[in-house]
């Protein structure tokens, strides 16, 4: 029996590219995501915070799906799909836009690439979207062709991400702006390269375009980033509360819509374009949202790990929503959490009690993101 074999939950849970190469780095759990394995554990998570602020991580990806939408209606057809305005968005672009049902609820919120003008990747959180767009494309009338292809992202994530880049692709790689893309060779190995990534650090993700080169470019990237601090690494709860990005099932949901995440700028009712869901949040606009989505700092001692059940928040007694993430941050020296609450009671400075799984304890509302708010570090 092999090292990998130790890993398996049956055939049904697909593998990556990289999940040998990930397992020989020192990968010691995995969890699912998109009905794939991903990396969980490199060992201590406040010690990945730290390799990933602090210099680079190589983390496994994969499980970020691409529903891959080509032919002469393409662009029509990912508009009907999402709230957010696509009409200027360039070839070579990326955009984090939300996908909606008839309701204004949230299905997914990934990055949309595009790669041509009839060619887009939608680079997926963990829901069945290829599912959602081929269901709705079949009585549309429009001419496309919706598939998964063959594409495995790595992330590249950390202040020395670019001088690993650098020395994988030459200086010219650090004309790549923030969310854009660039197809690119690496000794053989076919890849989409663009300026993103699920860690609110500068990175860069790096789309296979050929699974069969997944362990050759893992050791590749490895290689490159050895006199850079670079270490094998997973996707930061620490860091990525901190800059309040969403968990997809955790901070949103199906029951979740934009307004309540305050998310206006990712919605326009003004365009002629009928997205799915335009009438329905046009509604919520109008009446406001019941919800709203909130920071919290947490008065207890630190937190040993993420959150892995809702804990219930109180106010005078009463019931007011739920923290859907929170963790302990070692640099701010503070537990911080993402909530949802009755919009009432979504007031800065306001004192509320949450039931943690040690019991009730005080926390305060605050702003957030807790950390760079302005997202300068990402964007530089």
Avoid at 83 to 89: A, G, Q
Avoid at 263 to 283: P, Q, T
Avoid at 295 to 312: H, R, S, Y
Wanted: aromatic residues 10%; negative net charge.
């Amino acid at each position: 029996m092999t090292q990998t074999d130790d890993f398996g939950f049956g055939t049904q849970i697909r593998k990556s590219p990289y999940f040998d190469a990930t397992v020989r780095w020192g990968a010691k759990g995995f969890s699912v995501y998109n009905h794939m394995y991903i990396p969980r554990d490199f060992g201590d998570p406040e010690q990945n915070f730290w390799n990933l602020v602090n210099d680079a991580i190589l983390c496994d990806v994969a499980v970020e799906r691409q529903v891959e939408i080509t032919g002469p209606d393409a662009a029509a057809f990912v508009q009907k799909l999402t709230p957010r305005d696509l009409s200027k968005m360039a070839v070579g672009q990326c955009k984090y836009i939300l996908i909606t049902n008839a309701e204004g609820g949230i299905l997914n919120d990934p990055i949309l690439l595009r790669l041509a003008e009839n060619h887009f990747w939608i680079s997926l959180a963990d829901s069945d979207i290829l599912l959602w767009a081929q269901g709705v494309a079949i009585h549309s009338g429009m001419d496309i062709t919706i598939r998964e292809p063959d594409v495995s992202p790595l992330q590249l994530q950390g202040p020395k991400s670019g001088l690993i880049m650098q020395a994988l692709f030459g200086d010219s790689i650090m004309d790549l702006k923030y969310y854009w893309l660039r197809e690119v060779d690496l000794d053989g190995i076919p890849l989409i390269v663009s300026r993103t990534g699920w860690s609110s650090e500068l990175g860069y993700e790096l789309y296979l375009r050929d699974g069969s080169k997944g362990d050759l470019l893992w050791e590749r990237i490895m290689a490159a980033g050895m006199e850079f601090g670079l270490k094998p690494g997973h996707t930061s709860s620490i860091r990525r509360i901190e800059g309040g990005m969403l968990s997809y099932h955790a901070d949103a949901d199906i029951n979740t819509n934009p307004y309540e995440l305050g998310y206006d700028r990712l919605v326009n009712l003004d365009m002629d374009a009928e997205f799915i869901g335009k009438a329905a949040l046009r509604s919520i606009k109008e009446e406001g949202p019941k919800r709203k989505q909130i920071g919290l700092v947490i008065d207890c001692d630190p937190l040993t790990g993420p959150n892995t059940t809702f804990w219930t928040i109180n106010q005078s007694g009463e019931e007011i929503g739920k923290v859907t993430s929170a963790v302990y941050s070692p640099r701010l020296e503070k537990n911080i959490a993402l909530a949802m609450v009755s919009a009432d009671a979504a007031v800065l400075g306001a004192e509320v009690e949450v039931v943690t799984k040690s019991g009730p304890t005080k926390a305060t509302v605050v702003e957030f993101p807790f950390y760079d708010p302005k997202k300068q570090i990402a964007a530089a």
